[in-house]
């Protein structure tokens, strides 16, 4: 196949030269990159991708083609604004996939670029920071020029995107799939007590959902502009605080919310549910210079000296000095000391920065959700 010469240009200028794949077309978002060697599937499908070009470390992309099974979207369909590879493979081996990438990128109309020098662009966002970018096969003026043009993702409310527009329940399981608690554990031992619980939803990954069944809970979801009143109309045994995209500080109605909730229900925090609640409670968010994302991040456990190795996507954090005196940090990343964790026992409320259901990634932190069930038990 002939494809068409294609660039990535960056808000500051600096152009990266590839050939067009995907949808014809070009799109506009913030280039990040991620570190993980599989999961390109569950990449796309992430709502915290949502705005976002996403590059792949890994050099060649699409090997094992796209399956019915590892779509992290609830309604399976992709959330990232562009994709950018170095290699799109040309050979699809895998006895679960049904069609190739490049079909299903041009098939839900995902602009995407191959044959780009992503290690040089992976360089380039750590030591430069990521930005605003634009793909396509216009003049590469143009498109820097629309970069430019972008708004920041700092001040951006992305949740409004990717949240559901009403209710529902979801009671699958991981099934097969599903991995151990802990070595010897399997999931099933969790659920012999089932716990209502009402998860709000800032852009959901479909392993947490199913996580939490597995681990007993009868879950309802809920947009993430329910009120508390509504909440608590539902007499949940627990709260659970979802993932999602952009800057948690902009998301003002949901940390009204939740801290409408504090003390009055467990709550369990994951990623941007982790920042939301921090601000709940008083503390501060910042953005991060290229953000962690990826299935290989080291995580310390302050309680335990556990380390786990953890699935991560995220650019903004918490800032770790502002929790002092509010609540009780209890995970830091091992690569910059950065917060991973917190607990706030009077609000009977804990949170996470990564991702304990993984999918792709490390099974290490799925006690987690064991931590939330035993909350709602008390």
Known sequence: MKRQRAYLALADGTVFEGLACGAQGSALGEAVFTTGMTGYQEVLTDPSYAGQLVAMTAPQIGNTGINAEDSESVNGQPQVAGFIMRDLSPIVSNWRSVE????????????????????????????????????????????????????????????????????????????????????????????????????????????????????????????????????????????????????????????????????????????LGHQLLSLALGAKTYKLKFGHRGVNQPVKDLKTGRVEITSQNHGFVVDVESLAGIAKSTHVHLNDGTSEGLEAPEARAFSVQYHPEAAAGPHDALYLFRRFTQAMSV
């Open 100 to 271: 190739t990438l490049e079909h299903y990128l041009d098939r839900h109309n995902i602009v995407a670029i191959t044959s780009v020098d992503t290690r040089r662009l992976t360089r380039y966002l750590r030591d430069h920071g990521s930005q605003n970018a634009c793909i396509g096969t216009e003049n590469s003026d143009m498109l820097v020029d629309r970069a430019r043009s972008a708004p920041s993702m700092e001040g951006l409310d992305l949740v409004a995107r990717v949240t559901p527009k009403e209710a529902y329940s979801f009671s699958e399981s991981r099934g097969v799939w599903g991995a151990p608690f802990e070595i010897g554990e399997t999931a099933s031992v969790a659920t012999t007590t089932r716990h209502r619980v009402v998860a709000l939803d800032f852009g959901m990954k479909r392993n947490i959902l199913r996580s939490l069944v597995d681990a007993g809970c009868d879950v309802t979801v809920v947009p993430a502009g329910t009120s508390a009143t509504d909440i608590l109309a539902r007499n949940p045994d627990g709260i659970f605080l979802s993932n999602g995209p952009g800057d948690p500080a902009a998301v003002g109605y949901a940390i009204r919310t939740i801290q409408e909730l504090l003390g009055k229900k467990p709550i369990f925090g994951i990623c």
